[in-house]
């Protein structure tokens, strides 16, 4: 079933500027991952965060993980045209399915 | 480079035709996903496989049934075609931390 739910479901921003996406889920997970997805294509995975962490960095890319909040962020610095797209958080809780929010469409101006 | 590859981007059947949609990986993984994607609703989980010959349920399996005859091929089968199920359909496979997916099959149902 979805876990994930992101927040806010569209962003619009400008090159340079930071964006956050929030992601809230509703049981206890195993990890949580963030995924991409450029229009009309297949999803790419971006990071994923274990439950016992509480940050972690890739590039420009920074994940938060709340558990006692059931919440996740993805921060990307000094966004680029190129991250235009619409990003996924995703959940493993037990089983084999990995669980996808609705996801945030981001779109960054020149 | 690891690939999953979907047999078709675009697809238009008629109603009451019987659809296969394939998919293929080349990375030994054990578990294989179908979801759907429609605007506003996100990825939902249609079916997955954890096993050849292994299937389970996801969360609307109606009208749909799968097939996996040998590990690297995971097939999606709509028994007969109606126009709800006019939709983008992707499939992944997954390691034990990511998920790999297709470049998705949007599918047209008249």
């Known amino acids: 079933s979805q876990q994930g739910e992101e927040d806010p479901q569209a962003l619009s921003i400008q090159e340079g500027e930071n964006a956050t996406m929030n992601c809230s889920y509703k049981?206890?997970?195993?990890?949580l991952q963030w995924y991409r997805q450029n229009s009309g294509r297949g999803l790419v995975h971006l990071i994923l965060?274990?439950?016992?962490?509480r940050e972690k960095h890739s590039g420009r890319l920074r994940v938060t993980l709340d558990t006692s909040k059931k919440s996740s962020s993805l921060l990307i610095t000094a966004s680029r045209a190129a991250d235009t797209a619409s990003y996924f958080c995703?959940?493993?809780?037990?089983?084999?399915?990995?669980?996808f929010g609705k996801g945030t469409s981001l779109l960054v101006t020149p | 480079d690891v690939k999953v590859t979907q047999s078709s981007r675009y697809l238009v059947k008629r109603t009451g035709e019987k659809v296969f949609l394939e998919c293929v990986q080349d990375?030994?993984?054990?578990?294989m996903f179908w979801y759907r994607q429609d605007p506003g609703l996100g990825l939902r989980l249609i079916y997955f496989?954890?096993?050849?010959?292994?299937?389970e349920k996801g969360d609307i399996p109606e009208g749909y049934s799968v097939s996996r005859e040998k590990k690297e091929r995971f097939s999606l089968i709509l028994e007969s075609a109606s126009t709800n199920q006019t939709s983008m359909y992707l499939c992944a496979s997954r390691s034990i931390l990511e998920a790999f997916f297709g470049q998705g099959t949007r599918l047209t149902v008249v």
């Open positions: 496989s954890y096993d050849v010959k292994m299937k």
């Open positions: 049981t206890s997970i195993n990890n």
């Open positions: 990375m030994d993984h054990e578990n």
């Open positions: 995703a959940t493993v809780s037990s089983g084999y399915a990995l669980n």
């Open positions: 965060i274990r439950s016992n962490e």
